[in-house]
Nanobody, 126 residues
């Protein structure tokens, strides 16, 4: 059974920085597309950033472009999300996710992802 281990998150003031990590200790998802999603109270889960298994291609939601950086360290089977210049509207539970397989139809859709981390809370105060 695949278990993803997320770490990071916390409470900070607007303008601050934070890093999240997501590890696949079983090393079973190394060929899968990896992404970060977030879900704020009362809102749908939304795509934040994604990265190919090789790390060569990344994709960002417009709302985080230029502030967030997704990266992947294959040797550790870990995906990272570095967040800078955080805003109150970034407050949400952040989830890492891996696709069902190497190919996706819609990278932005959470339905394309079969493996999820437990979620970590990020709270940004104004």
């Amino acid at each position: 059974q695949v278990q993803l281990v997320e770490s990071g998150g916390g409470l900070l003031q607007a303008g601050g920085s934070l890093s999240l990590s997501c590890a696949d200790p079983g090393r079973t998802l190394s060929d899968n597309y990896a992404a970060w999603f977030r879900q704020a109270p009362g809102k749908e889960r939304e795509f934040v950033a994604g990265i190919t298994w090789s790390g060569g291609d990344t994709l960002y939601a417009d709302s985080v472009k230029g502030r967030y950086t997704i990266s992947r360290q294959p040797s550790k089977n870990t995906v990272y999300l570095e967040m800078k210049n955080l805003k109150p509207e970034d407050t949400a539970v952040y989830y890492c996710a891996f696709s069902f397989g190497p190919a996706l139809t819609n990278i932005l859709s959470p339905h394309e992802y079969g493996y999820w981390g437990q979620g970590t809370q990020v709270t940004v105060s104004s």
